[in-house]
Each structure stands twice: as structure tokens, then as C-alpha cells.
């Protein structure tokens, strides 16, 4: 259904939109939507974060320690 509509039925639809809500409760309306995606990409971008730093806290190094008399062998 909506794979037919081109770009006339786009302008159209804005037009119709504009009149019935006008010009600024559209504006508002599209800076709350901006202000929900800025939110949203922090959100992930602090999850993202988060996740990172536990998964540096469980990694730990599991090379074995060389003693001096280990060192001294393999010279």
C-alpha cells in the first residue's frame, strides 16, 4: 500500500499535515523528536561504554610468570 506513494503524495500529505496542526506545533513536535534521538544515541553510547569497561575489568592475564631460574635456562 504504501510503495505507491511518490513524492506528490509526500508533498501532499505534508501540506495536509501543516494545515491541520501548524507551523509551530510541528516545530515543536520535531524538536522533541530530536531532543528523544540525542537521548537515545547517549543512552547507547553509555551502554556501549559500560559494557566495555566490564568486559577490560573480567579480562586478565593468563601468561605464566618466568621465575629467574626459568630465564636463565632458556639464555
Known amino acids: 500500500m504504501l510503495n505507491n506513494i511518490g513524492l506528490p503524495g509526500l508533498l501532499l500529505i505534508a501540506v ?3 494545515v491541520l496542526f501548524g ?4 516545530s515543536s513536535l520535531m524538536g522533541e523528536v530530536g531532543k528523544g534521538i540525542t537521548a537515545f ?3 547507547v553510547k553509555d551502554g ?3 559494557l ?3 568486559s577490560s575489568e573480567e579480562a586478565r592475564d593468563v601468561t605464566p610468570e618466568t621465575t629467574t631460574e626459568q630465564e636463565k635456562d632458556k639464555v
Not at 23 to 26: A, L, Q, S, V, Y
Open 52 to 54: 566495555e569497561n566490564q
Open 16 to 18: 495536509v499535515v501543516l
Open 48 to 50: 556501549t561504554e559500560e
Open 23 to 26: 507551523r509551530g506545533k510541528i
Open 41 to 43: 544515541k547517549k543512552g
